[in-house]
């Protein structure tokens, strides 16, 4: 098993590395696991400039040369995620926001569906809105198998509490060694086909505006992948797709409206 952890502390080295170097250990207990790190503060992972080619026309578009290529073939050849950050102002690092502009085409055109992530946010508190950012980072697809909120303040915790996280990062683990053990490609949650059919619909209907949406989208009718979804899902993804759309028709192009 393969698992690729992104280290997103400008520190490297610090107490979030730490908690991934504890889930590493715990996880190596099941059975034999490689862990392949990558630090963002050590790639070349170029700030985005937001000509926002790689939504419209296609990510092979970005000007930018860099290691994007390189950590793309990281991530696919990974069976799990771990995805770090310290909570930085109510939300990720720096590196971490950009790491999440540069794969931001995933939200529109998902590329990932065999790997499972892992979150971990880390801080003195707030680490929740760190989460939720973080929860954004690969689009739909891909399973969130665990969500992990680490309290790291600058002073030493009680017995207590050291004993309270160290329970609470085994649960985890466990969850994701679990998720892990599922088989790929398998029934979506509503979340994600939800999504799928959310942004297939609006591909569809501004494909001049956002060509490379709909060249993904136009083939793939029932999900990103062949899988069969249940009926109640499929009602409740049209309800929710409907409501959706209605309460963003403002953003409908001037000359359809
Ligand atoms: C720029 C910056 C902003 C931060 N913002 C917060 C914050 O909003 N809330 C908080 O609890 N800690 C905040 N922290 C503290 C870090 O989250 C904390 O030190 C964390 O343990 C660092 O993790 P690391 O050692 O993995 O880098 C901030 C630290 C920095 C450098």
Excluded at 62 to 90: F, H, Q, T, W
Excluded at 220 to 226: L, T, V, W
Excluded at 239 to 251: E, I, P, R
Aim: charged fraction near 25%.
């Amino acid at each position: 098993m393969n698992i690729l952890a992104i280290i997103g502390s400008p520190k490297g080295k610090g107490s979030g590395f730490a908690i991934v170097k504890r889930i590493e250990e715990e996880m190596q207990q099941s059975g034999p696991v490689n862990f392949d790190y990558l630090f963002l503060k050590d790639a070349d992972l170029k700030m985005c400039r937001g000509c926002f080619l790689c939504v419209t026309r296609g990510k092979e578009l970005c000007p930018l040369k860099d290691d994007m290529a390189e950590i793309e073939r990281r991530i696919e050849e990974a069976d799990g995620i771990i995805l770090s950050s310290p909570g930085y102002v109510y939300s990720v690092s720096g590196l971490v926001k950009n790491f999440m502009d540069r794969f931001a085409w995933t939200n529109h055109r998902p590329a990932f569906f065999r790997q499972k992530l892992m979150l971990l946010a880390n801080a003195g508190a707030g680490m929740h809105k760190t989460l939720e950012t973080m929860r954004n980072c690969f689009g739909a697809g891909l399973e969130i198998a665990a969500e992990l909120s680490f309290m790291t303040p600058p002073w030493p915790l009680s017995e207590k509490v050291n004993r309270k996280q160290e329970r609470i990062l085994k649960k985890k683990v466990q969850a994701f060694l679990q998720a892990l053990e599922k088989p790929a490609y398998g029934e979506p949650s509503l979340g994600n086909y939800i999504r799928f059919r959310f942004f297939r619909e609006i591909a569809e209907s501004v494909k001049e505006y956002l060509p490379a949406d709909w060249e993904y989208y136009r083939d793939k009718e029932q999900y990103f992948y062949p899988v069969r979804v249940g009926a109640g899902k499929r009602l409740a993804a049209r309800l929710s797709v409907a409501t959706g759309l209605a309460l963003m028709k403002d953003m409908a192009p001037a000359e359809r409206i």
